[in-house]
C-alpha cells in the first residue's frame, strides 16, 4: 500500500528510494533549506521521539539519501 509512501526516482541511475511517512516529512522540509534541527522539530512536532533518537535517525536518511545522489548537503557555516 502507497498511501503513506513518498518513491523518490533518479533517472539518471535509475535509483528509485522509498520513504515512509517521517521519510516524507524530511522529503517535503528539505525542498527548501533547512538545517537538522529545524527538520528535527517538525518531526518532534509530529510524533513521540527524543531528540537524540530524531538527530540520529535523521542524519541516517539524510547521508543514505546524499548517497544514492537524490540530495546534497551543506555546511552553513562553510564560506
Known amino acids: 500500500m502507497l498511501d503513506a509512501e513518498t518513491v523518490i526516482l533518479h533517472f539518471d541511475k ?9 521519510g ?33 535517525d535523521l542524519v541516517q536518511l539524510l547521508e ?3 548517497k544514492q545522489g537524490l540530495i546534497e548537503v551543506r555546511d552553513e557555516t562553510a564560506h
Open 64 to 66: 543514505e539519501l546524499c
Open 14 to 22: 535509475g535509483v528509485y528510494f522509498g520513504l515512509n511517512d517521517v
Open 24 to 56: 516524507t516529512i524530511v522529503w517535503n522540509q528539505i525542498q527548501s533549506p533547512h538545517t537538522v534541527q529545524e527538520i528535527c522539530d517538525a518531526i518532534m512536532r509530529e510524533y513521540e521521539v527524543s531528540k537524540d533518537r530524531c538527530e540520529q
